[in-house]
């Protein structure tokens, strides 16, 4: 699992009020697209709890938007299908034989997976585990919390299930520190 992006997200809050909270999205191979979304201490405005429709629906359209460039989208997915593959090997034979049919084959190849790319992006939006952050100090649990909320539906109804910091890293298989955000980052 590797931190994809960090950073405090400001949104207007209820009555419009100024509001932020600390975003952290981890992105693996083998788990499912995570945001931890963390309460801030300093100035948080709206609660992460009673904001999170509006966060949460922010997020997913950011998330669901083509971050990335064509090419580097086209270099992370070189050879991930068995289709593109197929097309690799008949683009090398075709190199072989001077066949100026090359730049059509490679473009169709770039299309395509550049649109698997696309697919696969959507699929890890709509299967992302939501987790929901209160540091120490901060909120009602004096220890602090951790959520996972879970979406109904297509309508993205959360629902919460708290759990502890071990419970989290037991369900997931990942290190307490791809969990844990600073004191310090939360009370910027």
């Known amino acids: 699992m590797a931190i994809k992006q960090d950073f405090v997200y400001s949104f207007s809050g209820f009555g419009n009020t100024p509001s932020r909270c600390h975003i952290r999205i981890l992105e693996g191979a083998k788990h499912p697209l995570i945001v931890l979304c963390s309460q801030m201490a300093k100035d948080p ?3 992460v709890t009673n904001a999170f429709e509006l966060i949460s629906e922010d997020l997913k359209s950011f998330l ?3 971050n990335v460039t064509l090419v580097a989208a086209i270099s992370q997915y070189v050879k991930a299908s ?3 593959r ?11 034989s001077k066949n100026l049919t090359i730049f059509a084959l490679e473009s169709i190849k770039l299309a395509l997976e550049y649109r698997e790319q696309q697919k696969e992006k ?3 939006v709509n299967n992302l585990l939501w987790v929901e952050h209160y540091g120490p100090g901060i909120g009602l649990a004096a ?4 959520a996972v909320v879970t979406f109904e539906g297509d309508s993205w109804s959360p629902q919460w299930r708290y759990v502890s910091l071990e419970a989290l890293v037991a369900e997931e298989a990942l290190p307490a520190s ?3 955000v600073s004191l310090e980052a939360l009370q910027a």
């Not at 197929?86 to 072989?96: G, H, I, Q, S, T």
């Not at 220890?143 to 951790?146: A, I, P, R, W």
């Open 82 to 84: 068995r289709f593109t």
């Open 178 to 180: 791809e969990f844990t």
């Open 122 to 124: 959507t699929g890890a």
């Open 143 to 146: 220890e602090g919390s951790f």
């Open 45 to 47: 405005g709206t609660s």
């Open 64 to 66: 669901e938007k083509d």
């Open 86 to 96: 197929m097309l690799d090997d008949l683009v090398r034979k075709l190199k072989e």
